[in-house]
Nanobody, 130 residues
Framework: QVQLVESGGGLVQAGGSLRLSCAAS????????MGWFRQAPGKEREFVAA????????YYADSVKGRFTISRDNAKNTVYLQMNSLKPEDTADYYC???????????????????????WGQGTQVTVSS
């Protein structure tokens, strides 16, 4: 089992940047696929970005492609979400999810599907003012 703790949220003006962090407990972090999702008020949770356990491959929602970057440091048990050129529509609670992978191959759809992730953090709030 893994516990996830997000941090780095806050209030920022449009065009600004934030870096979210998600720290994971345990000694097998490198076995977990990691994803970032967000939920705006009154809306369903949506996929933002994901990264494979090795960090070699990444996935992004079209709405954040070119502005957000997901990365991980397996030595620090941490995954990051660098968010640049923020827009008011990026305002949401951001959650990181983790899923321990036991197979060699996973489809692209696995990484963008909220149901693929077994463990979740408590979320961190991001507010972008116009």
């Amino acid at each position: 089992q893994v516990q996830l703790v997000e941090s780095g949220g806050g209030l920022v003006q449009a065009g600004g940047s934030l870096r979210l962090s998600c720290a994971a407990s345990g000694r097998t972090f490198s076995s977990y696929a990691m994803g970032w999702f967000r939920q705006a008020p009154g809306k369903e949770r949506e996929f933002v970005a994901a990264i494979t356990r090795s960090g070699v491959s990444t996935y992004y929602a079209d709405s954040v492609k070119g502005r957000f970057t997901i990365s991980r440091d397996n030595a620090k048990n941490t995954v990051y979400l660098q968010m640049n050129s923020l827009k008011p529509e990026d305002t949401a609670d951001y959650y990181c999810g983790a899923d321990r992978q036991t197979s060699r191959y996973y489809s692209d759809s696995y990484y963008i599907n909220e149901g693929s992730y077994e463990y979740w953090g408590q979320g961190t709030q991001v507010t972008v003012s116009s």
